[in-house]
């Protein structure tokens, strides 16, 4: 008994000095242009752009590793704001990392799920939730589209499938240009 | 001023106060004494009354009846959680058929949860008990009456009234604006309501300003609406502190700030509210729907609506039980809804174009607009902007429209925002003027849904950020966890070894 409780407290101490150190150790150190970088990408943390995930990528756009064309969630706009932030000229996305596409959701069919947790181990933000052999949803709110939980399912379950509007998402469209505008007598 | 001001042989504007003008502002075609020349009756109630939960601004209600259920009119069948919402209550008697999505008035065209009643025919109201008198309340208690009873601004806007009745931390406000302005053409329902509720506004009016310790109240009317002036006039004359108040007609007078100033000559804030400098605005059908709530105890179910244009060979206002459909509305007033061009819910300047004749009327909804050939200008080509300064001269905010137009045509977000965008109340007073057939307000709508959409953006952005780091975070975690558990492992194991041979001594000893 007092060999159990002592070896709990022996591990319990190891544990905190280790995460304290963890904590130290693995700390992202802030650097302001990578920050900066960081909050323009879109945190989709898909890997397109051929990095583990937009922090990857902010900090090789930042050493000159990385252009900044490469991110196809961030579409032209994210480019443009880059160029803007970088004072550099914008380019067009490079085709070799994906094209821009409209943001999608993963919608687990629920039924085929076996429970395998594959797909949670994929998810970068966390967005599945579900146990061993239990079945499988995604919080619809918190995924991000990134695709990275499709190839991973063993029976094909997950599939990307396009937001539903709603009268809050939607938006006044913008006005056909050089058009003819109507009014009332 | 056409209108017959005297009463009998008395000028009952002498003494009124002073007014005060706002910039700019419009006056298009009224096209309004087409709906009044009939009385107001009672729509028939339709086969089916399809009710929004979402009738206002704030969050929907939640459903609290089951289909198959028997609902009484006046019964409360969406219930509001949150502050900033409001209930909905059956408009008849009958059974709830179906709880789904159906399309309702917004001009997307988008469906929207509603309840669907089928009247029964009886139209059996549930008994609500009455408040007695209601200055013994206190006003958080009159406010949650009021509040219970479904109350949302019914100019247009659709706020939650409660909130609006709640001075907040003064111990009273200053002045209490009932707005009978209705300045948008074709509109009538404010208009007819004023002529023939004069008193029960003024007592609405009278609840309002104790709720909200009004010093002093002032009833704005246009001078296109003499006979409700006179009305009101009259119902108010031996009225202590109520000020009934004819100003000359100019869109958009009816608007909030533009009507402060009007009256009180005060410019509330930019991004501030009214009530920060001591004034709240009602509308006049608002001040009726208080009085009804807190003298008889009946929730909103219907309201006044105007149903014009040429498509309607009958044009006049009904008096609608919420969800009924726009279709039976036309169809009353001699019109056919296959033929209508156009149907535009609200008015000319700020209404938008219906998607389906077959959504609801809603307790924001105050006209309709069956619009044919005869009420639409032919569709102009739209041209360059000249420069010609005509929309800033125009606008009552004394924006600069033609900049706000250039931004947001070429998509510079930060850049229109300097130009105060978020100031714009879209009365659509610069396209109306511009030579060039511009359509500036679309361009405004537009930009600020783009806004809208980037800052949502950001924050899934930001949320996504740290889901992602807390991941990480986890996985460093677990790693360094196995790690530690490993290491423990080994060392306890080579503990044991040289354990061993020590106590095998220690036996020995023995
Ligand atoms: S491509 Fe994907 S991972 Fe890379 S920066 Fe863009 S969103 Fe992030
Ligand atoms: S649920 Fe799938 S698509 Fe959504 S964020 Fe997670 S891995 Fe990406
Ligand atoms: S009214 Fe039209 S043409 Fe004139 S300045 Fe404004 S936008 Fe340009
Ligand atoms: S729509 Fe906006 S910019 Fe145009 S006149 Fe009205 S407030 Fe001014």
Redesign the interface.
């Known amino acids: 008994m007092l060999a159990a409780v002592l070896s709990l407290g ?2 319990s101490v ?2 905190g000095l ?2 304290g ?2 904590a130290v150790r ?1 700390k ?1 150190e802030g650097d302001p242009l990578v920050d900066k970088i ?1 909050a323009i ?5 898909c890997g397109q752009c051929g990095y583990p ?3 990857p990528y902010a900090t090789a756009i930042a050493s000159g590793e990385a252009d900044i064309n490469q991110c196809p969630p961030g579409g032209e706009a994210g480019i443009l704001a880059l160029a803007d932030l970088l004072g550099r000229d914008p380019k067009p996305l490079n085709p070799e990392n994906g094209q821009v596409t409209e943001k999608m959701v993963a919608v687990i069919d629920e039924p085929r799920c076996i429970g395998c947790t594959l797909c949670i181990q994929a998810c ?4 599945i939730l579900g146990a061993a052999k239990q079945m499988h949803t995604v919080i619809e709110k ?1 995924c ?1 589209g990134c695709d990275l939980c499709v190839a991973p399912c063993p029976v094909d379950c997950i599939s990307m499938a396009p937001i539903t ?3 809050d998402s ?6 056909e ?9 | 001023m056409s209108a017959n001001l005297f009463h009998d042989g008395v000028d009952i504007l002498h003494g009124q106060r002073r007014l005060w003008s706002f910039h700019g502002g419009v006056h298009p075609p009224q096209h309004k004494h087409e709906s009044t020349n009939l009385p107001v009756i009672r729509a028939e109630l339709p086969e089916r009354l399809i009710l929004p939960l979402h009738q206002h601004i704030g969050e929907p209600a939640e459903p609290i009846v089951q289909v198959g259920d028997k609902v009484l009119k006046g019964q409360m069948i969406g219930r509001a959680h949150e502050f900033l919402s409001a209930p909905v209550h059956a408009s008849t008697s009958g059974t709830i058929v179906d709880i789904g999505e159906y399309a309702v008035p917004h001009p997307s065209g988008l469906n929207a949860t509603c309840i669907v009643i089928e009247p029964d025919g009886e139209d059996r109201g549930l008994e609500h008990p009455r408040v007695g008198d209601y200055l013994q309340l206190a006003p958080s208690a009159l406010r949650n009456l009021i509040r219970e009873a479904g109350i949302v601004g019914l100019g247009g806007a659709g706020f939650p009234s409660y909130i609006k009745l709640n001075p907040g931390k003064l111990d009273g406000i200053d002045t209490l604006i009932l707005n009978g302005i209705e300045c948008e053409p074709y509109i009538t329902c404010d208009d007819m309501l004023m002529r023939e509720y004069p008193r029960e506004i003024i007592a609405g009016l009278r609840v309002m300003q104790h709720a909200l310790q009004a010093r002093v109240c002032v009833l704005a009317i246009e001078d296109n609406k003499p006979e409700a002036f006179r009305a009101l006039h009259d119902a108010a004359l031996h009225e202590a502190g109520i000020e009934v108040i004819l100003c000359p007609t100019i869109y958009p007078q009816g608007s909030e700030k533009q009507l402060i100033k009007v009256i009180t000559g005060k410019e509330v804030p930019a991004n501030g509210l009214a009530i920060h400098i001591g004034i709240v605005c009602h509308n006049v059908a608002t001040a009726l729907a208080v009085h009804h709530a807190v003298e008889h105890g009946r929730p909103l179910v219907s309201r006044y609506v105007t149903v014009t244009g040429a498509g309607v060979s009958q044009p006049r206002n009904l008096d609608v039980a919420f969800g009924t459909p726009v279709r039976d509305l036309i169809i009353q007033c001699g019109g056919d809804p296959a033929a209508v061009k156009r149907l535009i819910m609200g008015g000319p300047m700020m209404g938008y174009a219906l998607h389906s004749h077959a959504v609801p009327v809603i307790k924001t909804t105050n006209c309709i607009i069956a619009a044919t050939e005869a009420d639409i200008v032919p569709p102009r080509p739209v041209m360059p902007c000249i420069r010609c300064g005509a929309c800033a001269d125009a606008c009552p905010v004394m924006l600069l429209p033609q900049q706000l137009y250039w931004y947001a045509h070429t998509n510079d977000l930060d850049k229109v925002q300097e130009y105060n965008l978020f100031d714009c109340i879209e009365c659509g007073c610069c396209s109306y003027v511009c030579p060039s057939n511009i359509p500036l307000v679309q361009y405004y709508r537009y930009a600020k849904g783009a806004i809208w959409t980037k800052e949502r953006e950001h924050e899934q952005a930001d949320i996504a950020r740290q889901r992602h780091e807390f991941r990480l975070d986890r996985l460093a975690r677990e790693k360094a966890e196995r790690e530690a558990r490993r290491r423990l492992k080994k060392a306890s194991l080579a503990k044991n070894q040289d354990k061993t041979p020590h106590t095998e001594e220690a036996v020995d000893n023995d």
């Open positions: 022996v591990l190891v544990f280790l995460l150190f963890a693995f992202v960081d990408l879109p945190q989709t943390q995930g937009c922090r970068p933000v966390d967005a918190e991000t509007q709603t009268i939607w938006r006044w469209p913008a006005p240009k050089a058009r003819m505008a109507g009014s009332y007598r």
